[in-house]
T-cell receptor
């Protein structure tokens, strides 16, 4: 079974600054995907970024980038130039690569507050 | 990205009644959908895997007779909370998963009074 750990229950960052959210996971699988999802107060789950484990290159999406360390089973999210709209709950998630639809295993989440 | 529509977004029901929540995949065929439950300020917990044309697979500790899942077509899965009680009050979210990514419905806030 897979486990995902987010050790930071809450984080705060000032607008325009950079913040890094931590995530570690445990799995015996070699092929999988990792995700960061954002859940704003509306509670809609929004995909922030996705990483394929077989790719060494770290994924980036505009202001969002990851530091993927496969050997260390670490998958942190860096948010640059933080904006007030980034305030949300952030979940790290793991999906086994099976070739068919597969479930997500979520971490406990990090609540990010962006302040003026 | 793909769109998953979940309905209703909010529902209040009386204890002992049943409530049906619908999850539709609007622009791709989802042979598998997932139902999650989220308690306040907590993470998403998988309740069951909904398989088109076959029985759902429930996670340990989830009562299959209380949470009935039907996946009658490639675009629709339903979750029925039967004989609802106040402890069933929660936020329920469905997900339609493609091979390498998941798309979520808007969620349903269920309040049982």
């Amino acid at each position: 079974a897979q486990t995902v750990t987010q050790s930071q229950p809450e984080m705060s960052v000032q607008e325009a600054e950079t913040v890094t959210l931590s995530c570690t996971y445990d799995t015996s699988e070699n092929n999988y995907y990792l995700f960061w999802y954002k859940q704003p107060p509306s509670r809609q789950m929004i995909l922030v970024i996705r990483q394929e484990a077989y790719k060494q290159q770290n994924a980036t999406e505009n202001r969002f980038s990851v530091n993927f360390q496969k050997a260390a089973k670490s998958f942190s999210l860096k948010i640059s130039d933080s904006q007030l709209g980034d305030t949300a709950m952030y979940f790290c998630a793991f999906m086994k690569r099976t070739g068919t639809a597969s479930k997500l295993t979520f971490g406990t989440g990090t609540r990010l507050q962006v302040t003026l | 990205g793909a769109v998953v529509s979940q309905h209703p977004s909010r529902v209040i029901c009386k204890s002992g009644t049943s409530v049906k929540i619908e999850c539709r995949s609007l622009d791709f065929q989802a042979t598998t959908m997932f139902w999650y439950r989220q308690f306040p300020k907590q993470s998403l917990m998988l309740m069951a895997t909904s398989n088109e044309g076959s029985k759902a697979t429930y996670e340990q500790g989830v009562e299959k007779d209380k949470f009935l899942i039907n996946h009658a077509s490639l675009t629709l899965s339903t979750l029925t909370v039967t004989s609802a009680h106040p402890e069933d009050s929660s936020f329920y979210i469905c997900s339609a998963t493609d091979i390498d990514k998941a798309f979520f419905g808007q969620g349903t806030r269920l309040t049982v009074v």
